[in-house]
């Protein structure tokens, strides 16, 4: 269209290169990846609308029941929790370590077995040729243990 | 920009491809695929010089047409000014990805000018697009970009300004230097000229 007169040898290239690419055209394998990709990306757009109620009621269905696990696991944990505060007794010590429990605060209990040496540090003193102790470990909400109860 | 716009009776317009295709309508957009595919193959096939590159970019620049065909605005733009201009985009990521590779793996063997009678005027032009191919991948990128569109793409200064953005002045002015920068890599590498004459004259025996 435009060649540049100065350089007649440039303008003989751009004059054949031009002729060329004219004729040139991509492949016949991106035109299929290219609509390859367009029915991809409408397949997963073109829902029918009742299988859009549908998925909609799955959905409902899959939330409450995964509330309904949710709240039955919550009392379960809760009263995994309460169970070894009613059953400590009388003969058990209790070793408060760190911020005092308070009322209604969610704590876990953790049991672990210990060095019976690792307690004379904190002031209970193990039966003699005891080696190892149970103990239950009251952990608060926020990881940190509060107290230690070994049972004798 | 020659053949942007067509509206005869059974030939849509592109603006009227581009909302069908918004709309969702796959022919539409197959339509608008084939009718311009080939100014962006060619365009990314000489800006990058890769064969593989310009595939790449085709897809990408469809795919953006595929996502926001519903944003474009015929009143703005001609549809090539604006597929030019998503094309430009896709090449400049495309090199600024590849900008530690040096590439050009189309011979143009595939592609060479129409067959003279005489085989070495036919070899000398072959040799001769080759080497305008090879400056041409080896301008600055704002310099090849003129001379693709406009030298090449027989895109208007006007349009050229619209896709580049920037002002026509600017578009006469790089054309003038690209053309310069490439008159003297062509006669740099023509230092050979006489090798190539001695192959063609070979040739022709």
């Not at chain 1, 054949?16 to 016949?28: Q, S, Y």
């Not at chain 1, 609509?35 to 959905?59: I, M």
């Not at chain 2, 990408?60 to 015929?74: H, I």
């Not at chain 2, 090449?152 to 690209?178: E, K, N």
Request: with cysteine.
């Amino acid at each position: 269209m435009k060649s540049p007169h100065w350089d007649p040898h440039l303008a003989s290239a751009l004059d054949d290169l031009r002729e060329v690419e004219g004729h040139v055209k991509a492949p016949p394998r991106v035109e299929a990846a290219v609509l390859a990709a367009w029915d991809r990306t409408h397949a997963a757009r073109t829902v029918s609308p009742s299988r859009q109620r549908w998925q909609r009621v799955a959905a409902v269905a899959a939330a409450l029941t995964i509330s309904l696990g949710l709240a039955q696991l919550g009392r379960a944990l809760q009263q995994t929790v309460r169970t070894p505060a009613l059953e400590a007794n009388s003969n058990d010590t209790l070793l408060l370590v760190g911020e005092p429990i308070l009322r209604g605060e969610p704590v876990r209990v953790v049991r672990m077995r210990i060095p019976a040496s690792t307690l004379v540090g904190l002031g209970v003193r193990a039966g003699s040729g005891v080696a190892q102790v149970d103990v239950d470990v009251i952990v608060g909400e926020d990881g940190v243990a509060r107290a230690i109860r070994v049972g004798m | 920009m020659r053949g942007a716009q067509r509206a005869t009776a059974g030939d849509p317009a592109d603006a009227d491809l581009m909302r069908r295709t918004a709309q969702g309508d796959r022919d539409a957009f197959a339509l608008l695929y084939r009718r311009h595919h080939a100014i962006v193959y060619r365009f990314a096939r000489l800006m990058t010089g890769s064969i593989s590159a310009a595939e790449d970019i085709v897809q990408e620049v469809f795919l953006v047409v595929m996502r926001d065909a519903g944003r474009y605005d015929a009143t703005r733009a001609a549809l090539t000014t604006y597929l030019y201009g998503v094309a430009r985009h896709q090449t400049r990521r495309r090199l600024a990805r590849d900008r530690h590779f040096v590439a050009f793996d189309g011979d143009g063997s595939e592609a060479c000018p129409p067959v003279d009678d005489d085989p070495a005027a036919m070899i000398e032009r072959r040799e001769s697009v080759q080497q305008l191919r090879r400056a041409i991948v080896s301008l600055p990128r704002k310099y090849r970009e003129v001379i693709v569109l406009c030298d090449l793409q027989d895109v208007t200064y006007a349009d050229a300004a619209a896709v580049l953005g920037c002002a026509i002045g600017t578009i006469r002015s790089r054309l003038y230097r690209a053309r310069h920068l490439l008159g003297q890599k062509m006669a740099g590498a023509g230092a050979s000229d006489e090798d190539r004459q001695r192959l063609a004259m070979r040739c022709a025996v």
